[in-house]
Nanobody, 125 residues
Framework: EVQLVESGGGLVQAGGSLRLSCAASGFSFDDYTIGWWRQVPGKEREAVSCLDSSDGDTNYADSVKGRFTIFSDNAKTTVYLQMNSLKPEDTAIYYC??????????????????WGKGTLVTVSS
């Protein structure tokens, strides 16, 4: 059974940093695209960043380029999202998701098959 468990969310002031973690289990970590999405209640879910852990290929939303970094520890089957220079508009529930068929390049356009329950990030101004 695929399981994704997010952690690391919280309250931070604008300009601060947070690191989100997603502990993955139940699938071949190297064979799936994995990444982070976010959603503000009442708005559409947005793909933030995706990673192919087998080759390190990544993809970022324009809104987070240069501020967020996705990386993985394959031995721990964990993917991280380092978020720096946070802005109030980054406030959202952040979800980890994975899929064996969606590529990194397509992750902004296709739904993923497996989702975590999310972790709340709140950035105060």
């Amino acid at each position: 059974e695929v399981q994704l468990v997010e952690s690391g969310g919280g309250l931070v002031q604008a300009g601060g940093s947070l690191r989100l973690s997603c502990a993955a289990s139940g699938f071949s970590f190297d064979d799936y695209t994995i990444g982070w999405w976010r959603q503000v209640p009442g708005k559409e879910r947005e793909a933030v960043s995706c990673l192919d852990s087998s080759d390190g290929d990544t993809n970022y939303a324009d809104s987070v380029k240069g501020r967020f970094t996705i990386f993985s520890d394959n031995a721990k089957t964990t993917v991280y999202l380092q978020m720096n220079s946070l802005k109030p508009e980054d406030t959202a529930i952040y979800y980890c998701a994975t899929d064996p068929y969606v590529t990194v390049g397509a992750c902004h356009y296709y739904d993923m098959g497996y989702w975590g329950k999310g972790t709340l990030v709140t950035v105060s101004s």
